[in-house]
């Protein structure tokens, strides 16, 4: 062998060699990668924090754990233990321990890749720094950025498509592909058009295969159940658990008057999937108020569901030992929009019903929902008809006017893709069985929402849409909608290749909005009462919808008092009050014994008996009667 040959042999191998180093050394380092990074940012705010939170899951499960990236701009990169027992900190760090707090934690959509994530968490934190309602509100306020690994659709997985496809599959490919190859060819001159025609449908299926893949919404979906969910229930453990130890640690007097900290949640898109599954998982399935119902599916006597007619079921908030769910913001969700009529084990019902105020920012022209999900959806989702796949991020309210609105019938009020919501309740035969299961609410779920139809939504001068086109088709028919024509040109102006200067952002105008960004915040962070009295600009939160085609119903949710900390400390303390008061009750019963044996004990007196005219016998002693 000559000596080049040697040298390139050498060359080859050890470059094979520092590949398997470097392999060795990434799995190594991935060995050690935590479940989570916490990035912290210090703005010197004494009342408002901000933290983001990454999951570090991989993106393919063949993968240990995801890389870690650069630190958002603004942020740095904290212990991820010592990072979650200061946010319990400043959670608790109010002198009243009777003053409210907030927990407020943000979770982005599918395809979303990082620097995307970075992006939207950025904007949300600029647009809550120049809030001066929030940020001087006085309330301690702790805002959390979670993301989840979710990925940018095509270009990160276009490339891996044949190496992870089945090997069934790959053989229909490649016979597919010899089929024509050959027929192109003119090598099989004689194969029969049905055999080439067979092979062009094979190749269409794989394509299809392919595309649904590429648009990774069903790799997003695996990844927001299996990573995204029980990593944000384990943050919002490990955040209680912390806080546990803090509020424990305090004295007797202290403990005594401390509140629950409110736990608030902003989902956007898939988020609110995450967030509406994470909060089942957090609950107390076994509390008596929330089985509400028994297996026929008759209200259970006692329960919850009792009266429903007349009040909405108080079903307890609390969350592990120091949280109770506050506020749920969500924007555009990912969620069927059947999911607000009331039946068997609603998922998104049993979530509301546990937070004091809900709301729904959406919009008729989301096409990413309306014509991506929706297309994607109709492989898993259960229906027979198109009209029963829309998605609840497509509601919108039929009404020709904007700013609050009268809820009247609120399922006549409320359409969800082509029909509203009464229709369709009327067509899965929910009224009959309400009329079964006496005083069970078809628009249960629905009524514990305040919508807010941005379809119209316009900002800036002249006036734009921010969603849509905002062409205000409802003006004078409040039942009309967008033409078919127009949302194939909304989908279009949210694609890449629409100019820069046209593009519409028809699922996450939410976020870019200067008022729809004041209401989501604002909302979560202070709550309806609070941020309805302080003012935007010189007017009324309402009138500015009115006056930005922005159209509202108000929910009627009923208040709650915020409930007492159950940490193991205090149920002690609960447990030894209750014990002396048990004991106090059976020393008064046993005193109460003693005494009645005391009484029993004495001689019993003796009936009066008259002896002879002017004397009586008392107790055996004779005693003359006095005279007049």
């Known amino acids: 062998m000559s000596p080049r040959s040697l040298r390139f042999a050498a060359l080859f191998y050890g470059c094979f060699a520092m590949n398997k180093i470097a392999e060795g050394t990434e799995k190594a380092d991935d060995a050690k990668t935590p479940d989570f990074r916490i990035y912290a940012r210090e703005i010197g705010a004494e009342d408002v924090s901000f933290y983001f939170i990454e999951s570090s899951a991989p993106q393919n499960v063949e993968e240990r754990a995801a890389r870690e990236g650069p630190a958002p701009r603004g942020f740095e990169l904290r212990p991820t233990d010592e990072s979650v027992a200061e946010i319990a900190r400043k959670l608790l760090s109010d002198p009243d321990p009777g003053a409210e707090t907030n927990l407020v934690v943000m979770v982005h959509g599918f395809n979303n890749s990082r620097d995307e994530a970075l992006d939207f968490f950025g904007a949300a934190l600029k647009a809550v720094e120049e809030d001066d309602e929030i940020m001087k509100s006085g309330r301690k306020i702790v805002c959390v950025g979670y993301r989840w690994p979710s990925e940018k659709m095509i270009a990160s997985v276009i490339a891996s498509s044949f190496e992870a496809m089945p090997l069934f599959v790959r053989g229909l490919l490649v016979f597919a592909t010899v089929v024509l190859l050959a027929h192109i060819a003119g090598a099989l001159f004689l194969l029969p058009n049905f055999l080439t025609a067979f092979a062009l449908a094979l190749i269409g299926v794989i394509v299809t295969l392919i595309a649904?893949?590429?648009?990774?919404?069903?790799?997003?979906?695996?990844?927001?159940?299996?990573?995204?969910?029980?990593?944000?229930?384990?943050?919002?453990?490990?955040?209680?658990?912390?806080?546990?130890?803090?509020?424990?640690?305090?004295?007797?007097?202290?403990?005594?008057?401390?509140?629950?900290?409110?736990?608030?949640?902003?989902?956007?898109?898939?988020?609110?999937?995450?967030?509406?599954?994470?909060?089942?998982?957090?609950?107390?399935?076994?509390?008596?108020?929330?089985?509400?119902?028994?297996?026929?599916?008759?209200?259970?006597?006692?329960?919850?569901?009792?009266?429903?007619?007349?009040?909405?079921?108080?079903?307890?908030?609390?969350?592990?030992?120091?949280?109770?769910?506050?506020?749920?913001?969500?924007?555009?969700?990912?969620?069927?929009?059947?999911?607000?009529?009331?039946?068997?084990?609603?998922?998104?019902?049993?979530?509301?019903?546990?937070?004091?105020?809900?709301?729904?920012?959406?919009?008729?022209?989301?096409?990413?929902?309306?014509?991506?999900?929706t297309a994607a959806n109709y492989f898993s989702f259960p229906t027979k008809k198109r009209t029963f796949g829309y998605r609840l991020g497509n509601a919108e309210i039929l009404s020709e006017e904007f700013g609050p609105?009268?809820?009247?019938?609120?399922?006549?009020?409320?359409?969800?893709?082509?029909?509203?919501?009464?229709?369709?309740?009327?067509?899965?035969?929910?009224?009959?069985?309400?009329?079964m299961r006496r005083g069970f609410d078809p628009a249960e779920v629905a009524e514990a929402f305040t919508y807010f139809d941005c379809t119209d939504y316009v900002e800036g001068t002249p006036p734009k849409g921010l969603l849509t086109t905002a062409l205000n088709c409802k003006a004078g028919d409040a039942r009309a909608r967008i033409s078919y024509l127009q949302h194939i040109w909304l989908l279009f102006l949210w694609s890449p290749l629409a100019p820069p200067f046209l593009r519409v952002d028809v699922h996450g105008g939410y976020f870019r909005g200067a008022l729809t960004q004041q209401l989501i915040y604002r909302l979560a962070c202070l709550g309806y009462d609070e941020a309805s009295r302080r003012l935007f600009d010189g007017s009324e939160m309402m009138e500015r919808c009115k006056q930005q085609q922005i159209r509202v119903l108000l929910s009627k949710r009923m208040k709650r008092a915020r409930e007492e900390m159950d940490t193991p400390e205090i149920g002690r303390e609960l447990r030894r009050k209750l014990e002396k008061l048990e004991l106090e009750k059976t020393a008064l019963a046993?005193?109460?014994?003693?005494?009645?044996?005391?009484?029993?004990?004495?001689?019993?007196?003796?009936?009066?008996?008259?002896?002879?005219?002017?004397?009586?016998?008392?107790?055996?002693?004779e005693i003359p009667r006095r005279k007049d």
């Open 212 to 373: 649904l893949r590429a648009i990774v919404y069903f790799r997003d979906v695996y990844r927001a159940t299996n990573y995204a969910v029980p990593d944000l229930v384990e943050i919002i453990r490990q955040i209680d658990a912390e806080a546990t130890k803090l509020v424990d640690g305090e004295d007797e007097e202290k403990r005594a008057r401390r509140k629950r900290v409110a736990l608030s949640f902003i989902g956007h898109s898939m988020g609110g999937f995450v967030v509406t599954s994470a909060i089942r998982v957090l609950s107390d399935v076994f509390d008596p108020e929330v089985i509400t119902t028994t297996l026929s599916g008759a209200p259970r006597v006692g329960g919850a569901a009792t009266g429903r007619r007349e009040a909405e079921p108080t079903v307890s908030g609390k969350i592990g030992n120091v949280f109770t769910l506050m506020r749920f913001v969500l924007a555009s969700p990912d969620i069927p929009g059947e999911t607000l009529l009331a039946d068997r084990a609603n998922f998104l019902s049993s979530s509301l019903h546990r937070f004091r105020e809900a709301y729904l920012f959406s919009n008729e022209g989301d096409e990413v929902l309306r014509m991506i999900s």
């Open 405 to 435: 609105l009268e809820r009247g019938p609120l399922l006549d009020r409320l359409r969800v893709g082509d029909e509203t919501l009464a229709w369709l309740a009327g067509q899965t035969r929910r009224r009959s069985r309400a009329n």
């Open 590 to 621: 046993q005193e109460n014994a003693r005494l009645q044996s005391i009484v029993l004990k004495l001689p019993t007196p003796s009936p009066a008996v008259e002896l002879r005219e002017g004397s009586v016998n008392i107790g055996g002693v």
